[in-house]
């Protein structure tokens, strides 16, 4: 079988990884050139859309931010998965609060703005402090605005009025600041038949607004909770493929922040850590193979390589430690690759952890050295 996958980063080279061993053929679609490459090398193997979908015997995407006309071209061939519903949730705010709105999941409060009426409206109804998002583009923290006092509200107007000029759909989602405990996502899968497959959930640290660490965590209950939403997005969309949910834990109650319509950062630690990586996984719901199983096999954690292009090779040596590259040019806080360190009991995982941080720069991995450091005491 032949998948196309918009979009020609990273996640579309796992997925041509993981496709392998299944005989399932994976070419990527760049948006931007309209070429058709090979998702590992980068080779140009054709050009234009069209050719690009009479190739293929399935369309899947690897991220959001697609142009509604490659989308509605896509879903006119019949071949594409999930749905551009799905996909145009996934980029824009407004869509997904609606969404979960609907499918009755608990989100942080909310309004759109898209003038200064409705922004002091907002500081009124919403209330301070508030995080202010894009509603349009944003990705890793790109895009956001954290309003604290009322005395921020003009310079903070100003910076969201040059956001809103710069495009006519573009608005802004006003959210309550949800005081959270910590930050856990869930992945998971649903194939054409309806069966759903989720993972473990990550417990995920940011810096910076970027996830730099992931670790499946055994949270019984929190893992109902997240099941229960995770069922109720997926049905609601009927949705065939794997999606991401990224929540707050406030003292135990899950809040859904955003929605993910694709594999996800906070899944790679799958390709080591469960019996069925989300990769495999979302090639074979497109495809409308039966699911792997989610199963964890051993304690994982993800640590993402931000900015870096080389790690000390000793790195290799060490038990349970899985280095994944991406073959990108290194550019600053760029997504150049992922760590993958597995162990039999979470106090081995503990310990590696520590050892990674001894050899790991604290500036590039600063999530991987605060844990250490409370690991420590
Ligand atoms: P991603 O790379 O995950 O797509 P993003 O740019 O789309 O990120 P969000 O996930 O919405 O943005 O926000 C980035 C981070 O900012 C969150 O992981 C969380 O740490 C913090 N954050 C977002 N919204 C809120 C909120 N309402 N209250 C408190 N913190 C928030
Ligand atoms: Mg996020």
């Known amino acids: 079988m032949h998948v196309l ?93 609606a969404l979960l709105d609907n499918a009755g999941v608990r989100n942080a409060k909310y309004a759109v703005i898209t003038n200064r009426a409705e922004f002091d409206a907002a500081i009124d109804d919403v209330g301070i402090p508030m995080v202010l998002k894009t509603a349009l583009g944003g990705y890793d923290g790109k895009g956001q605005w954290r309003l604290k006092t009322p005395q921020d509200s003009d310079a903070i107007w100003a910076d969201m009025a040059q956001a809103l000029a710069a495009s006519e759909h573009q608005a802004i989602v006003a959210e309550e600041f949800v005081p959270f405990d910590r930050e856990v996502s869930l992945v998971g899968a649903r194939g054409k038949d309806g069966e759903i497959a989720v993972y473990p959930l990550a417990e995920n640290v940011h810096v910076n607004g970027v996830l730099s660490l992931s670790t499946a965590i055994d949270a019984p209950e929190l893992q109902e909770q997240a099941k229960q939403m995770f069922t109720a997005v997926a049905e609601s969309l009927n949705y065939v493929g794997v999606l991401a949910l990224e929540f707050f834990d406030v003292q135990g109650t899950l809040l859904v922040n955003e929605i993910a319509p694709r594999v996800h950062n906070s899944g790679h630690w799958t390709q080591q850590g469960a019996e069925t990586c989300q990769f495999e996984n979302h090639l074979r719901a497109v495809c409308g193979l039966p699911l792997g199983s989610t199963k964890l096999v051993r304690e994982t954690a993800m640590i993402n390589i931000l900015g870096e292009d080389t790690l000390p090779e000793a790195l290799l040596a060490m038990e349970g430690c899985h280095i994944h590259w991406y073959g990108k040019d290194k550019r600053p806080g760029r997504k150049m690759g992922h760590i993958n360190v597995t162990a039999d009991y979470s106090g081995e995982l503990q310990r590696k952890l520590c050892q990674l941080a001894a050899v790991l720069d604290p500036k590039a991995f600063p999530a991987v050295q605060a844990v250490a450091q409370q690991i420590k005491h």
């Open 5 to 97: 996958v918009l979009g020609s980063g990273q996640l579309a080279r796992m997925m041509s990884l993981a496709g392998a061993p299944l005989n399932l053929d994976i070419s990527a679609f760049d948006v931007n050139t309209q070429n058709v490459v090979h998702p590992l090398t980068q080779a140009v193997l054709g050009h234009g859309l069209e050719q690009a979908i009479a190739g293929a015997d399935v369309i899947t995407a690897e991220f959001e931010h697609i142009p509604h006309d490659v989308l509605a071209v896509c879903e006119r061939s019949g071949k594409f998965l999930p749905s551009t519903d799905a996909i145009k949730a996934g980029g824009d705010r407004r869509l997904e609060k």
